[in-house]
């Protein structure tokens, strides 16, 4: 009798190790997909994020460009006049309809 409680009990460890090898490869297999989505989904977002940098620094150079710009004289006299209406003392302005 002691003969066949050992068999018996090694069919069943026999069994549930398969049983929870393969109850643990599906979770593995199950997790591989999920992570290779995730990869993904973080390769797509990375090449957004590459290509708003790209604008940012092309716009951080307008912007440089523009500074620069504003330290001119020539930018300070269009601005007076265009905004301000303001002109030299010997400078002569013409006003259209009067």
Do not use: H
Not at 9 to 14: A, I
Not at 88 to 98: A, D, L, S
Request: a positive charge; aromatic letters at 8%.
């Amino acid at each position: 009798m002691a003969g066949r409680r050992r068999r018996r009990t090694g069919k069943l460890g026999k069994v549930l190790c398969a049983v929870f090898a393969c109850l643990f490869l599906t979770i593995i297999s199950i997790n591989k997909f999920m992570l290779e989505d995730r990869l993904v989904q973080a390769k797509v977002k990375n090449e957004a994020m590459k290509a708003y940098l790209e604008s940012e620094k092309d716009r951080a150079e307008e912007l440089e460009g523009l500074k620069a710009e504003m330290k001119t004289r020539k930018f300070v006299e269009e601005t007076a006049r265009d905004k301000f209406g303001l002109a030299y003392e010997n400078e002569i302005v013409f006003e259209p309809g009067k």
